[in-house]
């Protein structure tokens, strides 16, 4: 019985648990020097109570350095509003993988780069025709009371499934435990039978015994 429980006992260390992945962001700054855009970005601070503009991006791209500079030119007006937070995905594929499910969060596929998500609005691409949404995209989720971000909203729904994977698991190791102790109640109460019956047959043989 110890050594059924034992085994029960080390199943809880493979209970599900929500698991990061090898996911890698970059700030404004880092992008902007690997893109090899020149910057002077001593007026710019990242901070919590900025939005964040989530950029999926690879290196290469020329429409993704587009926007970045595009981003840069409106640092001076705009940089009070916002933090940048890059994902390169050519040659990160877990960064690849993180685009295809935000963009399928919001009921697509991301077909190409840059992807570009600012609350619950998102970008494919980037021109000219582009700016004037982003630029209005930006102020409004700053100056909105009820500020959403899809990587939260995103969170909630995994919190809600690891929450029922745990439940499940434990549910199951609760099934388990209580099939071993039924087992082992069972296999005690044979064994005290086995041991009675083998009690009575011993005396009946001594008393034929005696009987002779």
Same mark, same amino acid.
């Given at each position: 019985?110890?050594?059924?429980?034992?085994?029960?006992?080390?199943?809880?260390?493979?209970?599900?648990?929500?698991?990061?992945?090898?996911?890698?962001?970059?700030?404004? !700054? +880092?992008?902007? %020097?690997?893109?090899?855009?020149? #910057?002077?970005? /001593? *007026?710019?601070?990242?901070?919590?109570?900025?939005? =964040?503009?989530?950029?999926?991006?690879?290196?290469?791209?020329?429409?993704?350095?587009?926007?970045?500079?595009?981003?840069?030119?409106?640092?001076?007006?705009?940089?009070?509003?916002?933090?940048?937070?890059?994902?390169?995905?050519?040659?990160?594929?877990?960064?690849?993988?993180?685009?295809?499910?935000?963009?399928?969060?919001?009921?697509?596929?991301?077909?190409?780069?840059?992807?570009?998500?600012?609350?619950?609005?998102?970008?494919?691409?980037?021109?000219?025709?582009?700016? !004037? +949404?982003?630029? %209005?995209?930006?102020?409004?989720? #700053?100056?909105? /009371? *009820?500020?959403?971000?899809?990587?939260?909203?995103? =969170?909630?729904?995994?919190?809600?499934?690891?929450?029922?994977?745990?439940?499940?698991?434990?549910?199951?190791?609760?099934?388990?435990?209580?099939?071993?102790?039924?087992?082992?109640?069972?296999?005690?109460?044979?064994?005290?039978?086995?041991?009675?019956?083998?009690?009575?047959?011993?005396?009946?043989?001594?008393?034929?015994?005696?009987?002779?």
């Amino acid at each position: 019985m110890k050594k059924i429980l034992s085994i029960l006992l080390v199943g809880l260390l493979f209970i599900p648990m929500l698991a990061s992945a090898d996911t890698v962001s970059m700030g404004l !700054e +880092e992008v902007l %020097k690997e893109e090899g855009i020149k #910057y002077d970005l /001593k *007026d710019y601070k990242e901070s919590d109570d900025k939005i =964040n503009i989530y950029l999926f991006r690879g290196n290469g791209c020329g429409h993704c350095k587009n926007f970045v500079t595009f981003l840069y030119e409106i640092v001076e007006e705009y940089g009070k509003y916002f933090n940048l937070v890059s994902y390169e995905i050519f040659y990160n594929q877990d960064n690849s993988k993180l685009m295809s499910e935000v963009s399928k969060f919001f009921g697509e596929e991301a077909t190409g780069v840059p992807y570009i998500v600012i609350g619950d609005k998102y970008f494919s691409g980037f021109g000219e025709s582009a700016k !004037e +949404e982003i630029k %209005k995209a930006i102020k409004e989720l #700053y100056q909105s /009371k *009820d500020r959403y971000d899809v990587f939260e909203e995103m =969170n909630k729904g995994e919190e809600t499934k690891d929450i029922s994977a745990q439940v499940i698991a434990w549910n199951a190791f609760f099934i388990a435990v209580s099939t071993a102790v039924i087992l082992f109640i069972n296999n005690r109460k044979f064994n005290e039978l086995n041991t009675k019956i083998d009690k009575l047959q011993k005396n009946n043989h001594v008393q034929k015994q005696e009987k002779k």
